[in-house]
């Protein structure tokens, strides 16, 4: 299926061997950011190197407008790695839920479906350098033609043929699964903060819909209302309002019941401020805390995904109490509704 890149068996020897050492430094619990810091930059760079990747064309910059949100580029999906929390939280929970399932089933190898992998596969790619292909098996989904082409040249260059059992061009959030590519683990990264614009939700939705059972990478994304001071400010001080929204199994599997629908999908959720916080809890945000798996969380402004997204300033606001409706919404373009009441 795949033919290699590489002009000899030593390109390819010092490839995994670079890969190899990037992984050990994000994996260890011990690296310090400097090391993380440099290890998600050369990590870029080596895939930049190895396939060619050129991010200065226009056409890598495209996004895919879909029904249920946008698919980002393969440009902004390779920068991505950079985000080096992000990156390096991922990878570590991964890691324990790969092993987690081999522990569960022994003998046999633990099957990954990744929905929009991007060029690189990113969270994937480094864990051959941990797992053998008799452990792990990997279902690729990416919507984009540009990022599906660089995602066969990395596999060519990083030697993964054994390990990914089909690469597939379909829309995650519509795909159906065939009976042939059950998996495991489902992982997608799909998102923003406060989860607009792109589909994670409907993803998740769509493939645990069909797979119950199979582990969910990020097991939790939570995302709330709170206020909060200037991040600047030495007494930087944040007030959590209401839990909103919750991506998880519990959540997602029955999401497409109509019958068990979450409130935030249809009349949405009430939040009431009561009088004026003051200076120090002026601004209303939406705040995004993701479990990825088994304790490794990405916290408040840790990464791209956990900025807060600012609702608005109350210092303007004339009237109390403040009521405000958050309704989530799935379809065309995922994202909050915020409404005064």
Sequence with gaps: MFI??????????????ELKKITSILLD?????SAILNACSSLK??????????DSLQLYEKKIVTGAGHAIGPVQAALCITDMMRTRVFLM???????KQLTMNPGKPVVVMYAGTGPFA?????????????????????????SKDYLEKTIRCFAMQEYVSDVIIADATTYKVPDNYIPDIIVSETMKPALKDEPQVNIVANLLSQFP???LI?????????????IADADFSMKHLHDLLEVSARTMIPLNDQKNNMTVFSEGVMVEIPEYPGRDLSTLVLDTEVTVFNGHILHFNECGLTIPVKVMDLASTAEWPLKLNFRYERKPLPGFIIQKL
């Design 122 to 146: 990113t969270l994937l790619t480094p864990l051959t350098t941990v797992f053998s292909a008799s452990q792990l098996k990997m279902v690729l989904l990416e919507i984009n033609f540009v």
């Design 93 to 99: 929970g991964i890691c324990d839920a790969i092993e």
């Design 213 to 215: 059972h199979a582990l």
């Design 29 to 33: 619990k011990t690296s310090d950011y």
């Design 4 to 17: 290699s890149l590489h002009s000899n068996k030593n390109d390819l020897t010092d490839t995994i061997t």
């Design 45 to 54: 760079d080596l895939f930049y190197t190895a396939t060619g990747f050129d």
């Design 218 to 230: 990020p097991e939790s994304i939570k995302v709330s209302a709170a206020l909060m001071g200037n």
